[in-house]
């Protein structure tokens, strides 16, 4: 996540001047110069199993300030997606458009917010239950009730070893029921400098089914997206350091908890080159990785061969896939974006 507090003045200049001029609509007149019409940047010739050279950015939404968290809604083909500083949730739909779901999002009064950030990653849980990583709160919650754009929510955890969490940024479910999460500083005014920061490292965390949370790594400096390979034997979690902007995986004991975590592979010379930090990433059912980074959105497969790139023009967050994968939904500076994938 929060890309949107390491830009460069330049580029919060010009986020501010499109939020400005561009108040969230379905998609653009014109297309901007900013986005790429031909995206698709091909590398080794199994990129084009993933997708056509030929594929085109669509956008679905604009003139958010910060889009994050892209998340299919289950039966419906709609996407829920987060503009963290607007503490909102925005909802596209084929039928609808892109129209605002809920606020306050993740800022809600829970606990002192020093930026008011609302949510960033969003999932919905085996039961079919919106769970939010919310950095204004915190904490992760599920959604229990909502009326119009108004949600109450109940909290799944907001502290470790007593401590309150530094600013929860995404979360995954495994197929146990446990969660894993990232917890960086971004919600945090001054990040790891705060007087409001707890906790003494940036953690990847679980939360198990029994409520309790433990520590995976503190290793990473900026812990940000996660995801696990199809048979959940490898952790992989994005680093979104510009010092060290990398990939880092941790496998799965006999007692079914990540460990050993070790750099799986590093983007940092890229960083200088092209906007974007690694940030949010969804692994296919192949066990290809499609994961956020600089430039756009960088295909991966599980022997970390770069196969291609997804070339944004603006700094990519997080992705998220539709529920039959036939597209992948982006969230990119002021844009949901979505792309065809090969199914």
């Known amino acids: 996540m929060s890309l949107y507090r390491l830009c460069s003045r330049r580029l919060i200049a010009l986020l501010f001047l499109q939020v400005v001029a561009l108040p969230a609509v379905n998609a653009a007149a014109v297309w901007p110069a900013e986005l790429p019409q031909q995206p698709v940047e091909v590398r080794?010739?199994?990129m084009l199993q993933v997708m056509s050279a030929d594929a085109k950015l669509e956008i679905l939404s604009t003139g958010h300030q910060w889009a994050e968290g892209p998340v299919a809604e289950p039966g419906t083909g709609a996407v829920l997606f987060s503009d963290v500083p607007k503490n909102q949730i925005w909802r596209w739909s084929a039928a609808t458009g892109s129209t605002l779901y809920l606020t306050p999002s993740g800022a809600t009064g829970h606990t002192t917010s020093v930026l008011g950030e609302g949510s960033n990653g969003l999932i919905f849980n085996k039961k079919s239950?919106?769970?939010l990583a919310q950095h204004g709160d915190r904490r992760l919650a599920?959604?229990?009730a909502q009326q119009g754009q108004q949600a109450t929510f109940r909290t799944l955890t907001g502290q470790y070893q007593g401590k309150a969490l530094n600013s929860p940024n995404d979360l995954?479910?495994?197929?146990d029921g446990r969660y894993l999460f990232t917890d960086p500083p971004y919600g945090l005014k001054n990040g790891d400098q705060s007087a409001d920061k707890q906790q003494p490292h940036n953690g990847v965390y679980q939360l198990g089914t029994d409520g309790?949370?433990?520590?995976?790594?503190a290793v990473l400096t900026r812990p940000n997206g996660l995801a696990v390979s199809p048979d959940e034997q490898y952790l992989y979690v994005a680093n979104s350091d510009p010092a060290a902007a990398q990939w880092w995986r941790f496998q799965r004991n006999a007692k079914g908890q990540y460990q050993d975590g070790s750099l799986w592979l590093d983007a940092t010379a890229e960083v200088k080159q092209a906007l974007g930090l690694p940030d949010g990433l969804k692994v296919l059912p192949n066990g290809i990785l499609l994961a956020t980074g600089p430039?756009?959105?960088?295909?991966?497969?599980?022997?970390?061969?770069?196969?291609?790139?997804?070339?944004?023009?603006?700094?990519?967050?997080?992705?998220?896939l539709s529920g039959d994968r036939q597209y992948l939904y982006i969230t990119a500076s002021q844009y949901l974006l979505r792309i065809r994938l090969k199914v």
Not at 172 to 175: A, F, G, M, R
Not at 212 to 217: A, D, F, H, Q
Not at 296 to 313: D, M, S
């Open 295 to 320: 430039g756009g959105v960088w295909v991966i497969n599980a022997e970390r061969k770069v196969l291609g790139r997804i070339n944004t023009g603006v700094a990519a967050a997080n992705v998220a």
């Open 44 to 46: 080794d010739a199994a």
């Open 129 to 131: 239950e919106l769970v």
């Open 142 to 144: 599920v959604r229990t």
């Open 172 to 175: 995954i479910e495994l197929q």
């Open 212 to 217: 309790g949370v433990s520590l995976i790594s």
